[in-house]
């Protein structure tokens, strides 16, 4: 096509800052709301309002965990590939 447009190229730069420029940031905020969640148990006041705990829910810690430990690589490995020169 183009000699001055390396298209295999321009795809990779745009997928992977569409991967690390929004997706990581989407995915930070999936784990916050992860965390977030409510556990199960809850005690009814006498105003009744549910005296729930956020952050109790054992499956929404794990998720959140993990989504974590995903945004954290990606930050690692995007410091490891600027300090390697890559």
């Known amino acids: ?5 390396d298209l295999d190229a321009l795809w990779k730069i745009v ?6 420029g929004a997706g990581l940031p989407a ?3 999936v784990g ?11 005690a009814a006041t006498t105003s009744g309002a549910d005296e729930r705990i956020l952050g109790s829910n054992p499956a929404g810690i794990a ?3 993990l989504c974590f430990a ?10 490891y ?6």
Do not use: D, K, Q, Y
């Not at 096509?1 to 447009?5: G, K, L, T, V």
């Not at 590939?81 to 890559?86: E, P, Q, W």
């Open 27 to 29: 995915l930070f905020a």
């Open 63 to 65: 998720a959140g965990a």
């Open 32 to 42: 916050l709301r992860a965390i977030s969640l409510p556990g199960r148990g809850g």
């Open 15 to 20: 997928v992977l800052g569409l991967l690390a």
């Open 70 to 79: 995903i945004v954290l690589a990606g930050i690692g490995w995007g410091i």
């Open 81 to 86: 590939s600027v300090v390697a020169g890559t």
């Open 1 to 5: 096509m183009n000699s001055w447009i």
